[in-house]
C-alpha cells in the first residue's frame, strides 16, 4: 500500500499544482468580472445624475440637490449619492449614508485638478465601499463640481470566499478520488465498486438498514441496471400514491353531504372555527338602476361556487372585499353582516378598499403580473414596484382583518389563491398556534417561468409560511415543489411531498375541487319553464344546442371557440341552420388592456362570422355578454345538448363540472380542453387541443353525433365522479390533511419535551 501512495503522490502533486493556479485565474477572473460590472453600474448612475446635476450648479438650485442625490436610493447595492461643489464642498448626500460626510477624501481635489473620473476601493468603518467620482465640466470645460457614487462590495468579497471555497472543496474531492480510483486500478479490482453500488441500490429499494447481502450474480451490470429500473418503478408508485393520498384518507364508501361535513368539522375543529379569507365576496349588493335601489346578488366566482356550501354547511366568517357599491349599506360597525340575506349560516367581514389599493394590488400586480405568469397563454406578465407595495399593503390590511376575529383557541384560516401569497406569513407572525392552509385556483408554471417574477422570494417565503398548500392536480404540486428546490435554500421531502425551511414544514398536496349538489337536482323540475322560455324568446326550437360559459379572459379560449365553430359549419354545412352555439360571457377586469382589447376581439369574430352564415331565422352564435347568476345559467345548461369547455389553461374549471351535474337526464355530451384540471377527472368527455381548430371542429361533430346510448354512458360516469368527490369531500379532505398534521406536530413536541 505505501508504494501505491508513494507512487501516486507526485502524480496527485501535480494535479493539485495545476488546479489551484486554475483556481487562482479562476478567481481573478471572477474578481475583474464583478469589479468591471460594479464599476459599469457606478458609472451609469453617475452619467444618469450628470445633466441634472449641471443644471443645480449652473443655476445654484440646491432644493433640487436633495431630491437629486435620494432619486436612486432603491438601486441595488447602492449606498449613497454625493453632490460637491467646484471646491470640493458637499452641497447634498444620501441622508441614510450621511456619515460619509465625515470622512477623509483627499482624491476630490485630485479629480477636480485632472477633470477626470475616478473608480476605486475605499475603507469606510470597517468594511469596503467602491467609489466612482465623475467631474462635471461645462462645454467650455468650467469646472462645476463633481457627483460621486459608493457601492457596497461585501458581496464582492463574499462570491470570491464562496468560489475559493468551492475550488477547495472541488479539489479535495479530485484529489480523494484520484487516489481512490487509482488504488483501485493498481490493485486490478474493478468489480468491487459495481457490486457496492449494486448492493446500495438493493438496500435503497427495499429499505434495508441491516449489512449489504451478497450477490453471486455474475453479471453485476446487468443487476445493476435492473435494480435501477425497479428504483424508478417504485418512484413512480409513490408519485401516484401522493395524488392518490388526500382521496384515500377518508374512505368511499359513501356521498359526502353538507351535514357530513358540518359534523366533521365541528368535530376536528368546534364550532365556527373556520375562517375563510378571498378576494371576491360571496354576496354583494348593488344598485339596481331599473328599481332604484340596492339587491343582493352572488358574483360570478369559481371560488364562491366552491366555498360557500362550506361554509353555509359549517358556519364560520368569510373575509373578503367589499366591492359591491351598495356594501357599506348593510354592514355594521364592525363591517359585518350575516349571510345568505334570507338564511343566515355564517359571517361575512367585508374588507374596503380604496381605488388607489384596487387598482394596484387586485388589477395590478395580481392581475397583470401572477394571473399571466401562471397561465401560460403567452400574454406576458407585468411586474411594476408600485403595484406591489399596494399588493402588500392589501395582504396586510386582510391580514389585520383576519387577527381581529381569531378566537384564543386554535382555529383554521383557510386562504383563497394569487391575491393572498403573503398573507400567511403574516397571520403566522403573529399566531403561530392558528393552521393556516392556502389553497391555489389556478395552474402553478414551472420553476424558469416562474423565476421572471422579481419578487419570487418574498412571494415563496410567505406561502411556505402556511402548513400546507393546495392545488388541482398533482402536476402543478411537482411544478411548485421543483420551483421551491430551484429558488430557495430548502430541503423536498419528496416521501411527504413537503418542502422543509427555516425549520418550518410545509406539505404541497392535490385536491381536486368540484361543486356541490346545488346542479343535482332534476333539471326537468327546475328549471322546464325557464327553458321553454329561453326556447321560444331566442328562436331555439328544433335546433342542436351548445353553451360556453365563462367570464371574458384570454385564458378560457374564447376566441379559438368561436374559430372552431366557423370551421365546423365551413366543414360540415349540413349542420347550417341546425346548430346554435349559444356564449354566455361575464364582462371582467375590463380596466386591464388586455381585456379590453379582447372584448373588442370577440365582438368582431363573433358579428364576422354570424355574419357569414346567418339567414334571414337563424345565426350560429348567440352572444350574451352580461354577467348571468348561478339560477340564470342552470336551464341553459338543462337545454344545452353540448358544453364546450376550451380553456388554453385552467387549475380546475367547475363549469364543465356544473353541466355534468346539471344533466340528470343523461342526455349531453361535455368538450373540454385537455389543458384543464377537469380533464384529469373527467375522462369520459370529449377531450380537445383547442389550439388545434381543424382537430377541434371535427370533435364538435364527433360531440353530436355520439350515438344515444354511448352519451348516457359517458355521461352517467362524468356524474358519478362528480357525485363521489364533491365539494364537501373536498373540503373534509383537506381538514383531516391539517388536523392529521397538527397532531404530528403534537406528538413531535410531546417526544422532544420528553
Request: hydrophobic letters at 40%; glycine letters at 4%.
Amino acid at each position: 500500500m505505501r508504494k501505491i501512495l508513494l507512487w501516486i503522490l507526485p502524480v496527485l502533486i501535480i494535479v493539485a499544482t495545476a488546479f489551484l493556479i486554475f483556481g487562482v485565474l479562476q478567481v481573478r477572473l471572477e474578481e475583474h468580472k464583478l469589479m468591471d460590472e460594479l464599476q459599469r453600474k457606478a458609472k451609469a448612475v453617475a452619467e444618469s445624475m450628470e445633466l441634472s446635476a449641471k443644471y443645480i450648479l449652473l443655476h445654484d438650485d440646491l432644493e433640487n440637490a436633495a431630491a437629486l442625490v435620494e432619486k436612486f436610493q432603491t438601486r441595488e447595492r447602492l449606498q449613497g449619492c454625493v453632490l460637491y461643489d467646484k471646491e470640493g464642498r458637499i452641497l447634498a448626500i444620501t441622508e441614510r449614508f450621511a456619515d460619509w460626510r465625515e470622512r477623509e477624501k483627499p482624491y476630490i481635489a485630485d479629480v477636480l485638478v485632472k477633470k477626470e473620473p475616478r473608480g476605486e476601493l475605499e475603507q469606510f468603518k470597517d468594511y469596503t465601499v467602491y467609489s466612482y467620482t465623475l467631474p462635471l465640466i461645462t462645454d467650455k470645460n468650467v469646472e462645476l463640481g463633481l457627483v460621486e457614487v459608493i457601492y457596497d462590495t461585501s458581496y464582492v468579497f463574499a462570491a470570491l470566499t464562496d468560489l475559493w471555497k468551492r475550488i477547495n472543496v472541488t479539489l479535495i474531492i479530485l484529489v480523494f478520488c484520484i487516489l481512490i480510483i487509482s488504488i483501485f486500478i493498481q490493485r486490478q479490482i474493478f468489480i468491487v465498486p459495481v457490486q457496492r453500488l449494486t448492493e446500495w441500490f438493493t438496500h435503497f429499494q427495499k429499505g434495508e438498514t441491516d449489512e449489504m447481502h451478497t450477490i453471486r450474480d455474475s453479471d453485476e451490470l446487468g443487476k445493476l441496471a435492473s435494480e435501477v429500473e425497479q428504483v424508478a418503478l417504485n418512484l413512480r408508485v409513490a408519485r401516484r400514491a401522493m395524488s392518490d393520498e388526500a382521496s384515500e384518507r377518508i374512505k368511499k364508501d359513501d356521498i359526502w353531504t353538507e351535514q357530513k361535513l358540518r359534523d366533521f368539522i365541528h368535530a376536528k375543529l368546534g364550532e365556527n372555527a373556520l375562517f375563510v379569507v378571498s378576494n371576491r365576496e360571496p354576496y354583494m349588493h348593488v344598485m339596481d338602476e331599473s328599481l332604484g335601489k340596492p339587491k343582493c346578488i352572488r358574483p360570478a366566482s369559481g371560488v364562491v361556487t366552491a366555498i360557500n356550501p362550506i361554509l353555509y354547511a359549517c358556519g364560520g366568517v368569510w373575509v373578503a372585499h367589499g366591492s359591491g357599491n351598495a356594501d357599506w349599506k348593510f354592514t355594521n360597525s364592525k363591517n359585518k353582516l350575516g349571510v345568505p340575506p334570507d338564511d343566515n349560516r355564517y359571517i361575512l367581514k367585508r374588507v374596503w378598499l380604496n381605488k388607489e389599493e384596487e387598482e394596484g394590488y387586485y388589477y395590478g400586480f395580481s392581475n397583470e403580473g401572477l394571473w399571466p405568469l401562471c397561465h401560460i397563454t403567452y400574454t406576458r406578465p407585468i411586474f411594476k414596484e408600485a403595484d406591489w407595495q399596494m399588493y402588500k399593503k392589501v395582504n396586510q390590511k386582510f391580514a389585520d382583518s383576519v387577527l381581529e376575529e381569531l378566537p384564543k383557541q386554535s382555529s383554521l384560516v383557510f386562504i383563497q389563491d394569487y391575491h393572498f401569497t403573503l398573507l400567511g406569513k403574516m397571520i403566522k407572525e403573529k399566531r403561530p398556534d392558528t393552521i393556516v392552509a392556502l389553497f391555489w385556483h389556478i395552474p402553478w408554471p414551472n420553476h424558469e417561468v416562474f423565476s421572471i417574477c422579481p419578487y419570487q422570494q418574498e412571494i415563496l417565503d410567505g406561502m411556505l409560511a402556511c402548513d400546507i398548500i393546495g392545488f388541482h392536480v398533482q402536476n402543478h404540486c411537482n411544478n411548485f415543489l421543483e420551483t421551491a428546490n430551484r429558488l430557495l435554500e430548502c430541503r423536498i421531502d419528496t416521501e411527504r411531498s413537503s418542502v422543509i425551511r427555516l425549520g418550518k414544514e410545509t406539505f404541497i398536496k392535490p385536491f381536486p375541487i368540484s361543486i356541490d349538489t346545488y346542479f343535482n337536482g332534476d333539471a326537468g323540475d327546475d328549471t322546464a319553464g325557464d327553458v321553454d322560455k329561453i326556447r321560444e324568446e331566442y328562436q331555439l326550437k328544433d335546433k342542436m344546442i351548445a353553451v360556453g360559459v365563462e367570464r371574458i379572459d384570454y385564458t378560457k379560449g374564447i376566441l379559438e371557440r368561436i374559430l372552431a365553430i366557423d370551421r365546423f359549419l365551413e366543414k360540415y354545412p349540413q349542420y347550417k341552420d341546425k346548430f346554435i352555439f349559444i356564449q354566455l360571457a361575464a364582462p371582467s377586469r375590463t380596466h386591464i388592456k388586455r381585456y379590453h382589447d379582447l372584448t373588442g376581439e370577440i365582438d368582431e369574430l363573433v358579428e364576422k362570422t354570424n355574419w357569414k352564415y346567418a339567414t334571414a331565422s337563424w345565426k350560429p352564435i348567440l352572444y350574451l355578454k352580461r354577467y348571468f347568476s348561478a339560477d340564470e345559467i342552470k336551464p341553459y345548461y338543462a337545454l344545452a345538448d353540448l358544453c364546450i369547455v376550451s380553456s388554453l389553461h385552467d387549475g380546475m374549471n367547475l363549469v364543465a363540472k356544473e353541466y355534468v351535474a346539471a344533466k340528470s337526464d343523461l342526455n349531453g355530451s361535455l368538450i373540454l380542453s385537455r389543458f384543464t384540471g377537469a380533464a384529469r377527472e373527467l375522462t369520459d368527455a370529449v377531450l380537445i387541443n383547442p389550439y388545434s381548430i381543424e382537430d377541434f371542429a371535427d370533435n364538435i361533430k364527433f360531440a353530436i353525433e355520439i350515438p344515444p346510448d354511448e352519451k348516457k354512458r359517458r355521461m352517467r360516469n362524468m356524474r358519478k365522479s362528480i357525485q363521489e368527490n364533491n365539494i364537501y369531500r373536498w373540503a373534509g379532505t383537506i381538514v383531516s390533511e391539517l388536523t392529521s398534521l397538527r397532531k404530528e406536530e403534537l406528538s413531535a413536541s410531546a417526544r422532544n419535551k420528553g
